[in-house]
């Protein structure tokens, strides 16, 4: 079985300053990592994956987010947020002959002016 | 062009009615997934079909029953309305079954059962 935890429920922040959204997962099998972003009142859209290879995954509007295996964790972070990424944020695993993902059960970024 | 579409995007309700929710994917996609989101924002995974078969059918009550007609097409019919199931369903597709392939989601259906 998989399980996703997600340890903030809720992250207030000020415009341009630095984020970081906990994930921590449990997984018997090699996993599949994803952060998919939920904006108000919509359905969810893919942020980053980590499938395999390079640690350190990139979205192209500079979130980014590394797989950690030791700790079990794959936490996002950004450098300078905006108000435009107020949103709900999920992280997911999914891995081995799994066909489903396990969604954590989101944090809410809440960018201030 | 809308990749992912459901209707209605709003469904109010009374209970013991029963409804359908449609869902309609333009990507070519093989494989469709049903969620549920409830008021918490928690989201869990109903059914999959890949290619018409269902590959994923989560512990949900008999009343939930998928349909799909096609491998474009993923219907959620609910019979016996509750006050629990007042939530929002998305529908969602990815090219393959496997959880290393992008869902594509929906814009959701919210429900509501009076």
């Known amino acids: 079985a998989q399980s996703v935890t997600q340890l903030d429920s809720q992250v207030p922040v000020f415009e341009e300053a630095p984020v970081e959204l906990r994930c921590n997962y449990s997984?018997?099998?090699?996993?599949?990592l994803f952060w998919y972003v939920q904006y108000p009142n919509q359905g969810l859209q893919l942020l980053l994956k980590?499938?395999?290879?390079?640690?350190l995954v990139e979205s192209i509007n500079g979130f980014e987010a590394e797989f950690n295996k030791s700790q079990t964790s794959f936490h996002l972070r950004k450098p300078s947020v905006h108000i435009s990424d107020t949103a709900e944020y999920f992280c997911?695993?999914?891995?081995?002959?799994?066909?489903?993902?396990?969604f954590g059960k989101g944090t809410l970024l809440t960018v201030n002016p | 062009d809308t990749a992912v579409s459901q209707t209605p995007k709003y469904l109010v309700t009374q209970m013991g009615n029963d409804k359908s929710i449609k869902c309609e994917q333009n990507?070519?996609?093989?494989?469709m997934y049903w969620y549920k989101q409830d008021s918490k924002k928690f989201l869990k995974i109903m059914f999959s079909?890949?290619?018409?078969?269902?590959?994923i059918n989560e512990t949900v009550p008999n009343r939930f029953s998928p349909k799909s007609p096609d491998k474009a097409h993923l219907n959620l019919h609910i019979n016996s309305l509750e006050l629990g199931d007042s939530a929002v369903y998305f529908c969602?597709?990815?090219?393959?079954?496997?959880?290393?392939?992008?869902?594509?989601f929906g814009p959701g259906t919210r429900l509501t059962v009076t």
């Open positions: 980590y499938l395999s290879g390079s640690t």
């Open positions: 079909y890949n290619n018409k078969e269902l590959i």
């Open positions: 997984s018997s099998v090699s996993v599949y």
């Open positions: 990507l070519g996609h093989d494989t």
């Open positions: 969602a597709s990815s090219q393959a079954p496997g959880s290393s392939y992008e869902q594509y």
């Open positions: 997911a695993v999914g891995g081995g002959s799994n066909y489903k993902l396990t």
